[in-house]
């Protein structure tokens, strides 16, 4: 069983950074697939950015987004920079041992998010 827990969240302006935490539990969290989501009020959640054997963005944060890990630590970071109104959502960390990309279904650990706010 792995517990996540998000956290560097907060309300920012245009154009600012943050950068996101993503913590787990249990000593084999370097062998886990991670990916950040999204879900923005009224909106599905969507896939953000995902770190394993290969690591990719979703189109709309490519170049702005990067995502990396420090097993040491068991966390998972996402430095979201250029921060636009529209990037406005709760971002949550999901986690797996089996082959993940883009579908969330194929992760089997959530952690509870932590909100980003953008204002313009």
């Known amino acids: 069983q792995v517990q996540l827990v998000e956290s560097g969240g907060g309300l920012v302006q245009a154009g600012g950074s943050l950068r996101l935490s993503c913590a787990a539990s249990?000593?084999?969290?370097?062998?886990?697939?991670v990916a950040w989501f999204r879900q923005a009020p009224g909106k599905e959640r969507e896939f953000v950015a995902r770190?394993?054997?290969?690591?990719y963005y979703t189109d709309s944060v490519e170049g702005r987004f990067t995502i990396s890990r420090d097993n040491v630590k068991s966390t998972v970071y996402l430095e979201v920079n250029s921060l636009k109104p529209e990037d406005t959502a709760a971002y949550s960390c999901?986690?797996?041992?089996?082959?993940?990309?883009?579908?969330?279904?194929?992760?089997?650990?959530w952690g509870q998010g932590t909100q980003v706010t953008v204002s313009s």
């Open positions: 249990g000593r084999t969290f370097s062998i886990y697939t």
């Open positions: 999901a986690a797996t041992r089996g082959v993940a990309g883009r579908d969330q279904k194929s992760y089997d650990y």
């Open positions: 770190i394993g054997g290969r690591t």
